[in-house]
């Protein structure tokens, strides 16, 4: 069935995805291929409007609108037309048996006028409802807790386009609420109000869109090998899933900030289930046992990419310099040893991120997690994402950081299973990576390009860039 | 650090064989009570390597803990077994997911290199001259 999925104007890239990882997750497998999706006459694909066709009935659509943190709301849409007029000439038409059940003298119910672009006075609502008398409306009005919901929903060309491409027509929806999102609990997980955070802590609500994407439900297996403070994993454990994370760096994964503030205290503080483990290890040498994989429902982080913070490795700096030969620990100070590490350049962590993801997920285990686009002209550039055999890539969602970066959410499904060959080509892959150390650090320096002043040409007029909130329009 | 995890690391020092499984030396150990997932064992059942989950709750003191062989499909299904205190679900759950080690140390068995644990945290990372080229 056809439904009108009204989305808050944020995120835009990560809105469809969303919508679609949840079908795939409350409509089982395939489900997320299945869902359809149409634009209302006249309207961008920035619009927050979109019209979707779901696999399932209106539980799924419920399920997924939830869950969600980008659906405003999703709905059984009555009509729609360019006028109030046309509006009503549709609702009339539409059928007598899909509106009378929600309109019985028991029910409870409620009219939102809603807008996108400008604020309805409340005089202008209150004509608006009146106007609506040719909807049978015979139950009872119950503002606080209704049983049905109706939005009557208008977009117009106000002469401010609010960030769009200018509104061809108005066009005003009529529907009846099937599910909205919880945005309540942004609020609780908001960083600021979190006790331990680091200077890369994902966001609450990216947290969640990755959860989200990742598929976290009770009983799957989470793991983020770029662990830090734990905000991707808070996310997945208030999902129920449950989570294990690592990091290279032992004060962040063990100590914290003291006993009261550290990975440990910040899954207390929402009173999740704590992660099953965390441990200290180097995602390009990793710990798992001989013979271990299909072990993690999902794996989803956000590697160091060396903007912010530069990911490191062991086998000590000077080492892979070559400038000495390998430093020998004396014995007696093995055990309070602090080993030096290595830059760890984006393209070496992000080939050691699919091998894991290759051999530890399970089939049809999700890999999510960002990867840096650089941008020119202030579009990103037509990007390679990293690519592995046993993965398919199914979204990718921009996010533009800066006039020149965008860090892109890949989510990859494992579609192939992890064989020798696979093996025996990242083992070749590692061993290159090892010897030419230098070339790679240089390739994809992103923190040089990022940072480098920009060149002394004419000022840029701030002003003559037009102010769009959409993504590219 | 939980039984789950302690099955599925290994040593990956120079030097190591299969480094696997690594020898458990607890000093302080506790139990961190959760909801028991019957899927979620279920799933995870076929990825342990049993006789090293039996060996490191033995090294716990807890002997009786686990059964020699691995519980079938049909034991972790059967009615009631996530109510019932001593189900061999139950069990299985507290060996993989309530028993926390606190402080101790992971010993390669072929080389002998310790990883410390530690406040609950083991730390796999190799000192420069260890790692394999």
Known sequence: MWYLCVFYHRLLDYRRPEVQSLAELFGGPGAGDAVEWRMPENHHVDSPFHLVRLPGDE??????????????????LWGHGNTYEELERAVVEYP???????????????????????????????????????????GRVNLKNPDHKFFVMETDDYGCNNGLPPVVQRTVFFGREVGAADRHLLPTYQLKSRKYIGPTAMDAEMAFLMANQGLAWPGKLVYDPFVGTGSILVAAAHFGAMTMGADIDIRVVRDGRGPDCNIWSNFEQYKLPEP??????????????????????????????????????????????GTVTPYTVPDEKRDSHIPSTAPYSLAECVHDLLHLAARMLVMGGRLVFFFPVVREDGVANPAKYPEHPCFKLIATCEQILSMRYSRVLLTMVKVGPYTEEV????EQ??????????????????????????????PVDRDSKPKYRGKYV | MRLLTHNMLASNARGAVTGYPLKLQVVKW???????????????????DWAALVAATQALGLPELLPGAPPTDAELSAEGAAEDEGSVLRRLHRA?????????????????????????????????DEVRN
């Open chain 1, 59 to 76: 539980r799924l659509a419920a399920q997924i609108a939830n869950r969600s943190l980008l659906v405003k709301g999703i709905y059984e």
């Open chain 1, 96 to 138: 007598e048996e899909r509106k009378l059940p929600y309109l019985t003298p028991e029910s409870t119910f409620k009219i939102v006028v809603d807008s996108f672009g400008k604020v309805i006075s409340f005089q202008e609502q209150n004509e608006i409802m009146k106007s609506l008398t040719y909807i049978p409306f015979m």
């Open chain 1, 276 to 321: 099953l483990c965390v441990l200290r290890a180097d995602n390009n040498l990793p710990p798992w046992r001989p013979g271990l994989k299909e072990v993690f429902d999902a794996i989803i982080c956000d590697p160091p990419y060396g903007v912010r913070a530069g990911g490191r490795k062991s086998g000590g700096r000077k080492l892979i310099k």
């Open chain 1, 423 to 426: 093996e025996k080509a990242a």
């Open chain 1, 429 to 458: 892959r590692h061993r290159e990576f090892r010897e030419n150390h230098h070339k790679w650090m240089e390739e994809g320096n992103l923190h040089s390009t990022v940072f480098s002043p920009a060149d002394q040409g004419a």
């Open chain 2, 30 to 48: 506790s139990t961190k009570e959760a909801e028991p997932n019957a899927d979620f064992l279920r799933g995870m059942l076929p990825k342990i």
């Open chain 2, 96 to 128: 993989l997911l309530e028993i926390h080690i606190e402080e101790g140390t992971l010993v390669c068995p072929d080389t002998e290199r310790c990883f410390p644990i530690s406040r609950g945290v083991p730390n796999m990372l190799l000192h420069e």
